[in-house]
């Protein structure tokens, strides 16, 4: 089993800035791509950023505002989110796709946490 779980969801103003946070743990022999998706209520799911087989996506709306990062070591990834909106009021949830030390691949999705923005 692969595990996922994310920190630093919370509530903040517009303008303001937080980072979220997604571990990795279990019988992980490599992650070929992690990232973030969020969904906001009557939204459909949709692509925040993501890291695939070294390179970087944003979707389009948090393009020049976020920014993703990995530690490969630890698998983790990280993204900080600059110059918040409304609009980007939702549940993060991270996903991670790899390979167990098994040689078993694997799709996993976290629990997700609350980012709410503040007008």
């Known amino acids: 089993q692969v595990q996922l779980v994310e920190s630093g969801g919370g509530l903040v103003e517009a303008g303001g800035s937080l980072r979220l946070s997604c571990a990795a743990s279990g019988t992980i022999f490599r992650i070929n791509s992690m990232g973030w998706y969020r969904q906001a209520p009557g939204k459909q799911r949709e692509l925040v950023a993501a890291?695939?087989?070294?390179?970087?996506l944003y979707g389009d709306s948090v393009r020049g505002r976020f920014t993703i990062s990995g530690d490969n070591a630890k698998n983790t990834i990280h993204l900080q989110m600059n110059n918040l909106k409304p609009e980007d009021t939702a549940v993060y949830y991270c996903?991670?796709?790899?390979?167990?030390?098994?040689?078993?691949?694997?799709?996993?999705w976290g629990q997700g946490t609350q980012v709410t923005v503040s007008s």
């Open positions: 996903n991670a796709n790899g390979r167990t030390t098994l040689f078993r691949d694997f799709g996993s």
């Open positions: 890291i695939i087989k070294g390179s970087t």
